[in-house]
């Protein structure tokens, strides 16, 4: 989803954090370069993107079971939130 579909789906706070966050970014140096990491990292963040999408669909199961604490509105959908590199490759 690009930034202006996902923007008519968010509250106005929301709207306005990203709105900074993507000013912030335009600013930022990228200190990563995916090209230069070891084999050691790239089968750790392997594993971490592994945990990660298991979290993920643990969170969409908890929300088709009905989620035991979930508020009606918490159940219509679930939010994750993950960073990566501008080029996508820091968590490949």
Known sequence: MSECESNEYMPGAERAELRGLLEAREAFEEQYDPLTFTEEHLEFKAMHNDAFIQLARY??????????????????????????????????
């Open 59 to 92: 969170c969409e199961r908890e929300k088709d079971n009905g989620g035991a604490r979930a508020t009606p509105k918490e159940k219509d959908a679930i939010n994750v939130f993950f960073l990566d590199g501008p080029d996508g490759g820091t968590a490949s």
